[in-house]
Protein backbone atom coordinates (compact mmCIF):
# COMPACT_ATOMS: atom_id res chain seq x y z
CA UNK A 1 0.00 0.00 0.00
CA UNK A 2 1.41 3.09 -0.74
CA UNK A 3 1.56 6.23 2.05
CA UNK A 4 -1.14 8.72 2.01
CA UNK A 5 0.03 11.50 0.18
CA UNK A 6 0.34 14.57 3.27
CA UNK A 7 -2.54 16.80 3.35
CA UNK A 8 -3.36 18.44 6.85
CA UNK A 9 -3.89 16.68 9.79
CA UNK A 10 -6.17 17.50 12.94
CA UNK A 11 -4.63 16.31 16.42
CA UNK A 12 -7.48 16.60 19.54
CA UNK A 13 -4.91 16.86 22.65
CA UNK A 14 -1.53 18.58 22.41
CA UNK A 15 0.10 16.72 25.54
CA UNK A 16 2.03 13.82 25.64
CA UNK A 17 1.42 12.09 22.69
CA UNK A 18 -0.45 14.91 20.60
CA UNK A 19 2.04 17.40 20.05
CA UNK A 20 5.31 14.76 19.41
CA UNK A 21 3.32 13.22 16.66
CA UNK A 22 2.44 16.75 15.39
CA UNK A 23 6.48 17.29 15.03
CA UNK A 24 6.84 13.26 13.51
CA UNK A 25 4.02 14.09 10.88
CA UNK A 26 5.06 17.76 9.94
CA UNK A 27 8.31 15.86 9.69
CA UNK A 28 6.37 13.60 7.61
CA UNK A 29 4.96 16.46 5.15
CA UNK A 30 1.75 16.83 7.15
CA UNK A 31 0.69 20.03 8.10
CA UNK A 32 -1.02 20.11 11.42
CA UNK A 33 -3.65 21.75 13.11
CA UNK A 34 -3.19 21.14 16.93
CA UNK A 35 -6.69 21.57 18.45
CA UNK A 36 -6.26 21.66 22.62
CA UNK A 37 -9.17 22.95 25.04
CA UNK A 38 -6.72 24.15 27.13
CA UNK A 39 -6.13 27.89 26.45
CA UNK A 40 -3.11 28.56 27.89
CA UNK A 41 -1.63 25.36 26.44
CA UNK A 42 -2.48 26.72 23.04
CA UNK A 43 -0.97 30.42 23.70
CA UNK A 44 1.84 28.40 25.16
CA UNK A 45 2.47 25.89 22.15
CA UNK A 46 2.20 29.27 19.57
CA UNK A 47 4.81 31.05 21.68
CA UNK A 48 7.38 28.21 20.88
CA UNK A 49 7.55 27.14 24.01
CA UNK A 50 7.28 23.35 24.11
CA UNK A 51 5.31 21.64 27.14
CA UNK A 52 6.27 18.39 26.57
CA UNK A 53 10.01 16.85 27.10
CA UNK A 54 10.03 14.78 23.85
CA UNK A 55 9.55 18.25 21.58
CA UNK A 56 12.22 21.01 21.93
CA UNK A 57 11.21 24.38 21.63
CA UNK A 58 13.22 24.69 18.76
CA UNK A 59 11.34 22.10 17.23
CA UNK A 60 8.48 23.75 17.32
CA UNK A 61 9.42 27.38 16.74
CA UNK A 62 10.70 25.57 13.42
CA UNK A 63 7.23 24.05 12.65
CA UNK A 64 5.71 27.26 13.60
CA UNK A 65 7.55 29.48 11.52
CA UNK A 66 7.38 27.52 8.26
CA UNK A 67 3.60 27.87 8.69
CA UNK A 68 3.11 23.49 8.65
CA UNK A 69 1.78 23.26 12.26
CA UNK A 70 -0.22 25.71 14.77
CA UNK A 71 -2.27 25.09 18.30
CA UNK A 72 -5.70 26.20 18.50
CA UNK A 73 -8.73 26.04 20.65
CA UNK A 74 -11.07 26.18 17.56
CA UNK A 75 -12.57 22.73 16.81
CA UNK A 76 -13.88 24.72 13.10
CA UNK A 77 -10.77 24.21 12.40
CA UNK A 78 -11.03 20.44 12.03
CA UNK A 79 -12.82 20.74 8.57
CA UNK A 80 -9.94 21.48 6.76
CA UNK A 81 -8.46 17.74 7.75
CA UNK A 82 -8.15 14.78 5.75
CA UNK A 83 -7.26 12.94 9.16
CA UNK A 84 -8.35 13.88 12.61
CA UNK A 85 -6.79 11.84 15.35
CA UNK A 86 -8.12 12.30 18.91
CA UNK A 87 -5.31 11.96 21.77
CA UNK A 88 -7.02 13.38 24.84
CA UNK A 89 -6.67 11.61 28.33
CA UNK A 90 -8.66 8.74 29.11
CA UNK A 91 -8.12 8.86 33.34
CA UNK A 92 -10.06 7.02 36.14
CA UNK A 93 -13.33 8.80 37.84
CA UNK A 94 -13.10 8.91 41.69
CA UNK A 95 -14.77 5.37 42.09
CA UNK A 96 -11.31 4.53 40.01
CA UNK A 97 -13.14 3.41 36.46
CA UNK A 98 -12.88 4.36 33.15
CA UNK A 99 -13.60 8.19 32.59
CA UNK A 100 -13.95 9.65 29.31
CA UNK A 101 -15.52 12.37 29.73
CA UNK A 102 -13.27 13.91 28.09
CA UNK A 103 -12.87 11.76 24.93
CA UNK A 104 -16.76 11.81 24.28
CA UNK A 105 -16.16 15.73 24.88
CA UNK A 106 -13.39 15.40 21.95
CA UNK A 107 -15.82 13.66 19.94
CA UNK A 108 -18.79 16.14 20.60
CA UNK A 109 -16.54 19.11 19.57
CA UNK A 110 -14.92 17.72 16.43
CA UNK A 111 -18.10 16.13 14.94
CA UNK A 112 -20.11 19.14 13.42
CA UNK A 113 -17.07 20.38 11.17
CA UNK A 114 -16.23 16.80 10.16
CA UNK A 115 -15.85 17.11 6.31
CA UNK A 116 -16.75 14.64 3.35
CA UNK A 117 -14.33 11.72 3.43
CA UNK A 118 -12.44 12.11 7.02
CA UNK A 119 -10.40 9.32 8.69
CA UNK A 120 -11.20 9.72 12.27
CA UNK A 121 -8.70 8.19 14.48
CA UNK A 122 -8.84 7.45 18.05
CA UNK A 123 -4.93 6.47 19.58
CA UNK A 124 -6.60 7.47 23.45
CA UNK A 125 -5.76 4.09 25.48
CA UNK A 126 -9.15 2.90 26.24
CA UNK A 127 -10.89 -0.77 26.26
CA UNK A 128 -12.58 -2.84 23.75
CA UNK A 129 -15.24 -1.00 21.84
CA UNK A 130 -14.73 2.33 22.78
CA UNK A 131 -14.33 3.42 18.96
CA UNK A 132 -17.21 1.47 18.11
CA UNK A 133 -19.70 1.96 21.13
CA UNK A 134 -18.97 5.88 22.21
CA UNK A 135 -16.90 7.51 19.58
CA UNK A 136 -18.88 6.62 16.48
CA UNK A 137 -22.39 6.78 17.63
CA UNK A 138 -21.55 10.65 18.61
CA UNK A 139 -19.70 11.61 15.49
CA UNK A 140 -22.64 9.90 13.22
CA UNK A 141 -25.31 12.44 15.59
CA UNK A 142 -23.66 15.16 14.99
CA UNK A 143 -22.16 15.54 12.14
CA UNK A 144 -23.01 17.55 8.64
CA UNK A 145 -25.33 15.92 6.43
CA UNK A 146 -23.15 16.74 3.96
CA UNK A 147 -20.36 14.89 5.38
CA UNK A 148 -21.91 11.12 4.22
CA UNK A 149 -18.91 9.09 4.67
CA UNK A 150 -16.67 9.27 7.11
CA UNK A 151 -13.76 6.58 8.23
CA UNK A 152 -13.01 5.11 11.43
CA UNK A 153 -9.77 3.51 13.23
CA UNK A 154 -8.22 2.48 16.14
CA UNK A 155 -4.85 3.15 16.62
CA UNK A 156 -3.59 3.05 20.43
CA UNK A 157 -0.36 5.18 20.85
CA UNK A 158 2.31 3.12 22.33
CA UNK A 159 4.48 6.22 23.29
CA UNK A 160 7.43 6.35 25.89
CA UNK A 161 8.08 9.53 26.22
CA UNK A 162 11.68 10.82 27.67
CA UNK A 163 12.58 6.93 25.74
CA UNK A 164 15.80 7.75 24.27
CA UNK A 165 15.40 4.82 21.60
CA UNK A 166 12.03 4.53 20.29
CA UNK A 167 9.42 7.12 19.50
CA UNK A 168 6.21 7.88 17.00
CA UNK A 169 8.56 7.03 13.83
CA UNK A 170 10.05 3.84 14.76
CA UNK A 171 7.52 2.04 17.48
CA UNK A 172 5.24 -0.16 14.71
CA UNK A 173 1.66 1.05 15.00
CA UNK A 174 -0.97 -1.57 15.40
CA UNK A 175 -4.29 -0.56 13.34
CA UNK A 176 -7.94 -1.32 13.52
CA UNK A 177 -10.35 -0.52 11.34
CA UNK A 178 -14.16 -0.94 11.47
CA UNK A 179 -14.44 -1.56 7.66
CA UNK A 180 -12.04 -2.19 4.79
CA UNK A 181 -12.10 1.09 3.59
CA UNK A 182 -11.12 2.75 6.87
CA UNK A 183 -8.10 -0.15 7.50
CA UNK A 184 -6.75 0.97 4.10
CA UNK A 185 -6.76 4.96 4.62
CA UNK A 186 -5.48 4.37 8.36
CA UNK A 187 -2.65 1.54 7.21
CA UNK A 188 -2.02 4.57 4.38
CA UNK A 189 -1.90 7.65 7.26
CA UNK A 190 0.38 6.35 9.38
CA UNK A 191 2.87 4.28 6.74
CA UNK A 192 3.32 8.33 5.59
CA UNK A 193 4.73 9.23 9.34
CA UNK A 194 5.72 5.30 10.89
CA UNK A 195 8.14 2.95 9.93
CA UNK A 196 5.95 0.08 10.11
CA UNK A 197 1.95 0.28 10.58
CA UNK A 198 0.68 -3.39 11.76
CA UNK A 199 -3.32 -4.56 10.57
CA UNK A 200 -5.64 -5.73 12.43
CA UNK A 201 -9.27 -7.32 12.07
CA UNK A 202 -11.45 -4.95 14.70
CA UNK A 203 -10.41 -1.84 16.55
CA UNK A 204 -11.53 -3.70 19.71
CA UNK A 205 -8.39 -5.95 19.25
CA UNK A 206 -6.42 -2.78 18.31
CA UNK A 207 -7.60 -1.65 22.12
CA UNK A 208 -7.17 -5.36 24.12
CA UNK A 209 -3.54 -4.76 22.67
CA UNK A 210 -3.12 -2.00 24.04
CA UNK A 211 -4.55 -2.74 27.36
CA UNK A 212 -2.66 -6.05 27.48
CA UNK A 213 0.65 -4.59 27.15
CA UNK A 214 0.36 -1.97 29.77
CA UNK A 215 -1.18 -4.95 31.83
CA UNK A 216 1.92 -6.81 30.72
CA UNK A 217 4.11 -4.33 32.68
CA UNK A 218 1.49 -4.18 35.69
CA UNK A 219 1.81 -7.66 36.35
CA UNK A 220 5.71 -8.06 36.08
CA UNK A 221 6.27 -5.04 38.17
CA UNK A 222 4.02 -6.58 40.87
CA UNK A 223 5.68 -10.10 40.78
CA UNK A 224 9.57 -8.16 40.80
CA UNK A 225 7.80 -5.92 44.12
CA UNK A 226 6.50 -9.14 46.28
CA UNK A 227 10.14 -10.52 45.10
CA UNK A 228 12.04 -7.48 46.17
CA UNK A 229 10.35 -7.73 49.70
CA UNK A 230 11.41 -11.75 49.91
CA UNK A 231 15.02 -11.25 49.29
CA UNK A 232 14.82 -8.17 51.55
CA UNK A 233 14.05 -10.29 54.21
CA UNK A 234 16.33 -12.57 53.64
CA UNK A 235 19.33 -10.55 53.02
CA UNK A 236 19.78 -10.88 49.30
CA UNK A 237 20.45 -8.27 46.72
CA UNK A 238 17.08 -8.76 44.23
CA UNK A 239 18.64 -6.41 41.35
CA UNK A 240 22.04 -8.95 41.52
CA UNK A 241 18.98 -11.95 41.82
CA UNK A 242 17.59 -10.08 38.65
CA UNK A 243 20.96 -9.67 36.44
CA UNK A 244 21.93 -13.38 37.09
CA UNK A 245 18.10 -13.85 35.90
CA UNK A 246 18.80 -12.08 33.09
CA UNK A 247 21.66 -14.30 31.89
CA UNK A 248 19.00 -16.95 30.57
CA UNK A 249 19.00 -16.42 27.02
CA UNK A 250 15.23 -17.04 26.95
CA UNK A 251 12.05 -17.00 28.91
CA UNK A 252 13.16 -14.15 31.17
CA UNK A 253 12.67 -10.52 31.03
CA UNK A 254 13.78 -8.14 33.44
CA UNK A 255 11.72 -5.97 35.40
CA UNK A 256 13.22 -3.54 38.10
CA UNK A 257 11.29 -2.95 41.65
CA UNK A 258 10.91 0.74 42.80
CA UNK A 259 8.36 2.68 44.75
CA UNK A 260 5.11 1.78 42.66
CA UNK A 261 4.24 2.56 39.36
CA UNK A 262 2.96 6.16 37.86
CA UNK A 263 1.91 8.09 35.28
CA UNK A 264 -1.07 8.22 32.60
CA UNK A 265 -1.06 4.68 32.00
CA UNK A 266 0.36 1.33 33.88
CA UNK A 267 -1.63 2.38 36.77
CA UNK A 268 -4.41 3.00 34.77
CA UNK A 269 -4.98 1.37 31.92
CA UNK A 270 -5.15 -1.78 33.71
CA UNK A 271 -8.24 -0.16 35.80
CA UNK A 272 -9.90 0.16 32.09
CA UNK A 273 -8.90 -4.08 32.13
CA UNK A 274 -10.50 -4.84 35.26
CA UNK A 275 -14.04 -2.43 34.67
CA UNK A 276 -14.04 -4.11 31.44
CA UNK A 277 -14.22 -7.73 32.93
CA UNK A 278 -16.49 -6.96 35.04
CA UNK A 279 -18.83 -5.01 32.80
CA UNK A 280 -18.71 -9.14 30.78
CA UNK A 281 -19.77 -10.58 34.02
CA UNK A 282 -16.46 -11.70 34.93
CA UNK A 283 -12.81 -10.60 37.03
CA UNK A 284 -9.52 -9.78 36.20
CA UNK A 285 -8.45 -11.02 39.48
CA UNK A 286 -4.89 -11.71 39.10
CA UNK A 287 -4.68 -8.22 37.65
CA UNK A 288 -6.18 -6.72 40.62
CA UNK A 289 -4.00 -8.17 42.77
CA UNK A 290 -1.06 -7.07 40.94
CA UNK A 291 -1.83 -3.75 41.51
CA UNK A 292 -2.59 -4.18 45.02
CA UNK A 293 0.77 -5.31 45.45
CA UNK A 294 2.13 -1.94 43.38
CA UNK A 295 -0.40 -0.04 45.86
CA UNK A 296 1.55 -1.50 49.43
CA UNK A 297 5.05 -0.41 47.65
CA UNK A 298 5.25 3.13 48.68
CA UNK A 299 4.51 2.15 52.22
CA UNK A 300 6.73 -0.78 52.06
CA UNK A 301 9.63 1.92 51.12
CA UNK A 302 8.38 4.27 53.80
CA UNK A 303 9.21 2.20 56.41
CA UNK A 304 12.71 1.00 55.34
CA UNK A 305 13.54 4.43 54.83
CA UNK A 306 12.72 5.08 58.33
CA UNK A 307 14.36 2.09 59.50
CA UNK A 308 17.61 3.62 58.33
CA UNK A 309 17.27 6.39 60.85
CA UNK A 310 18.35 6.41 64.68
CA UNK A 311 15.14 5.47 66.33
CA UNK A 312 16.12 8.06 68.82
CA UNK A 313 15.03 10.83 66.08
CA UNK A 314 11.18 11.44 66.80
CA UNK A 315 10.76 13.53 63.81
CA UNK A 316 13.29 12.28 61.22
CA UNK A 317 14.03 14.49 57.97
CA UNK A 318 13.73 12.68 55.19
CA UNK A 319 14.56 14.16 51.59
CA UNK A 320 12.76 12.43 48.39
CA UNK A 321 14.73 12.31 45.28
CA UNK A 322 12.83 12.82 42.30
CA UNK A 323 9.13 12.64 42.55
CA UNK A 324 8.03 12.56 38.89
CA UNK A 325 6.53 8.74 38.00
CA UNK A 326 10.00 8.15 36.19
CA UNK A 327 13.28 9.54 34.87
CA UNK A 328 13.74 12.25 32.23
CA UNK A 329 9.89 13.85 32.56
CA UNK A 330 8.43 16.38 34.89
CA UNK A 331 5.44 14.72 35.21
CA UNK A 332 3.84 13.21 38.21
CA UNK A 333 0.81 12.02 37.17
CA UNK A 334 -0.14 9.11 39.36
CA UNK A 335 3.10 9.74 40.91
CA UNK A 336 3.58 6.92 43.54
CA UNK A 337 5.37 9.59 45.20
CA UNK A 338 2.47 10.91 46.85
CA UNK A 339 1.57 8.13 48.46
CA UNK A 340 5.46 7.63 49.62
CA UNK A 341 5.35 11.15 51.32
CA UNK A 342 1.83 10.49 53.14
CA UNK A 343 2.79 7.94 54.52
CA UNK A 344 5.88 9.61 55.72
CA UNK A 345 4.36 12.07 57.05
CA UNK A 346 1.75 9.80 58.65
CA UNK A 347 5.06 8.38 60.93
CA UNK A 348 6.03 11.67 61.98
CA UNK A 349 8.60 12.22 59.48
CA UNK A 350 9.32 15.97 57.66
CA UNK A 351 9.74 15.58 54.13
CA UNK A 352 11.06 17.68 51.63
CA UNK A 353 11.92 17.18 48.08
CA UNK A 354 14.05 17.73 45.07
CA UNK A 355 13.55 17.33 41.56
CA UNK A 356 15.42 19.03 38.78
CA UNK A 357 12.13 18.37 36.19
CA UNK A 358 9.34 19.55 38.83
CA UNK A 359 9.06 22.87 39.50
CA UNK A 360 6.13 22.84 41.55
CA UNK A 361 4.65 19.81 43.13
CA UNK A 362 0.97 19.31 44.99
CA UNK A 363 1.63 23.13 46.13
CA UNK A 364 4.91 23.04 47.30
CA UNK A 365 8.56 23.66 45.81
CA UNK A 366 11.41 21.95 45.53
CA UNK A 367 14.36 21.95 48.23
CA UNK A 368 18.01 21.66 47.58
CA UNK A 369 20.52 19.41 48.26
CA UNK A 370 22.00 21.25 50.98
CA UNK A 371 18.71 20.58 52.82
CA UNK A 372 19.62 18.73 55.91
CA UNK A 373 18.31 15.39 56.30
CA UNK A 374 18.34 11.95 58.65
CA UNK A 375 17.63 9.83 55.35
CA UNK A 376 17.22 10.31 51.76
CA UNK A 377 15.12 8.11 49.34
CA UNK A 378 15.99 8.13 45.94
CA UNK A 379 12.77 7.42 44.41
CA UNK A 380 13.50 8.48 40.84
CA UNK A 381 16.55 8.91 39.12
CA UNK A 382 16.12 12.27 37.59
CA UNK A 383 19.21 13.67 35.47
CA UNK A 384 20.95 16.50 37.20
CA UNK A 385 20.46 15.26 40.73
CA UNK A 386 23.77 15.37 42.55
CA UNK A 387 23.61 12.20 44.68
CA UNK A 388 27.51 12.22 45.51
CA UNK A 389 27.23 15.01 46.96
CA UNK A 390 24.46 13.82 49.37
CA UNK A 391 27.13 10.43 49.78
CA UNK A 392 30.01 12.60 50.58
CA UNK A 393 27.87 14.52 53.59
CA UNK A 394 26.83 11.23 55.20
CA UNK A 395 23.89 11.04 54.28
CA UNK A 396 21.85 7.42 54.50
CA UNK A 397 20.72 7.06 51.31
CA UNK A 398 17.85 3.96 49.95
CA UNK A 399 18.01 3.84 46.44
CA UNK A 400 14.90 2.38 45.15
CA UNK A 401 16.53 2.98 41.21
CA UNK A 402 19.09 0.32 41.53
CA UNK A 403 21.45 3.10 40.21
CA UNK A 404 24.36 3.47 42.86
CA UNK A 405 26.38 0.68 43.00
CA UNK A 406 28.60 -0.21 45.90
CA UNK A 407 29.08 2.87 47.92
CA UNK A 408 29.01 3.35 51.75
CA UNK A 409 25.65 4.28 52.80
CA UNK A 410 23.51 3.44 49.95
CA UNK A 411 21.00 0.77 50.68
CA UNK A 412 19.41 -0.68 47.49
CA UNK A 413 15.31 -1.45 47.69
N1 LIG B 1 1.59 9.90 28.19
C1 LIG B 1 1.92 8.68 27.76
O1 LIG B 1 2.99 8.16 28.04
C2 LIG B 1 0.97 7.89 26.87
C3 LIG B 1 1.47 6.84 26.11
C4 LIG B 1 0.62 6.12 25.30
C5 LIG B 1 -0.73 6.43 25.29
N2 LIG B 1 -1.21 7.44 26.07
C6 LIG B 1 -2.64 7.74 26.00
O2 LIG B 1 -2.81 8.87 25.16
C7 LIG B 1 -3.91 9.67 25.60
C8 LIG B 1 -3.44 11.09 25.83
O3 LIG B 1 -2.50 11.10 26.90
P1 LIG B 1 -1.46 12.27 27.13
O4 LIG B 1 -0.44 11.74 28.05
O5 LIG B 1 -1.02 12.85 25.82
O6 LIG B 1 -2.36 13.36 27.86
P2 LIG B 1 -1.95 14.89 28.18
O7 LIG B 1 -2.71 15.29 29.39
O8 LIG B 1 -0.47 15.06 28.17
O9 LIG B 1 -2.51 15.71 26.94
C9 LIG B 1 -3.84 15.71 26.60
C10 LIG B 1 -4.22 17.07 26.07
O10 LIG B 1 -5.59 16.99 25.68
C11 LIG B 1 -6.23 18.22 26.01
N3 LIG B 1 -7.66 17.96 26.07
C12 LIG B 1 -8.37 17.32 27.04
N4 LIG B 1 -9.66 17.23 26.69
C13 LIG B 1 -9.78 17.79 25.48
C14 LIG B 1 -10.86 18.00 24.59
N5 LIG B 1 -12.08 17.57 24.90
N6 LIG B 1 -10.63 18.64 23.45
C15 LIG B 1 -9.40 19.08 23.12
N7 LIG B 1 -8.31 18.92 23.92
C16 LIG B 1 -8.51 18.27 25.07
C17 LIG B 1 -5.59 18.62 27.31
O11 LIG B 1 -5.71 20.02 27.53
C18 LIG B 1 -4.14 18.19 27.10
O12 LIG B 1 -3.34 19.24 26.58
C19 LIG B 1 -4.45 8.96 26.83
O13 LIG B 1 -5.48 8.09 26.47
C20 LIG B 1 -3.26 8.15 27.31
O14 LIG B 1 -3.66 7.00 28.07
C21 LIG B 1 -0.39 8.19 26.84
Same mark, same amino acid.
Given at each position: ??????? !??? +? !?????????????? #??????? !??????????????????????????????????? #?? %? =??? &? $??? #?????????????????????????????? %???????????? +????????????? &?? +?????????????????????????? /??????????????????????????????????????????????????????????????????????????????????????????? $?? /?????????????? #???????????? %????????? $????????? /??????? =??????????????? +???????????????????????????????????????????????? &??????????????????????????????????????????????
Amino acid at each position: MSPQQPQ !ILA +I !IGQGYVGLPLAMAA #VDAGWTV !IGVDNFEVKVTQINSGSSPVEDVSDSQLKAALSKG #VY %K =ATN &D $FSS #VSQASVITICVPTPLDDKREPDLALLRSAA %KGIAPFISNETL +IVSESTSYPGTLR &DI +IIPIVNKLKPEASKTVYFASAPERVN /PGDPVWNQKNTPRLIGSIDNASQTRALAFYESICDAAVSVSTPEVAEAAKLLENTFRLVNIALINEFTQLCAASGINVNEVIGAASTKPYG $FM /PFRPGVGVGGHCIP #VDPLYLTWWARQ %KGTRAEFVE $FAASINQQM /PMYVANR =ALSLVDSDIKNPKVL +ILGVAYKPGVGDVRETPVSELRDHLVTQGADVAWHDPLVPMWDGSKPV &DLGWDCDVAILATNQPGVDVEKLISKGVQILDCTNSIKNLNGVTSL
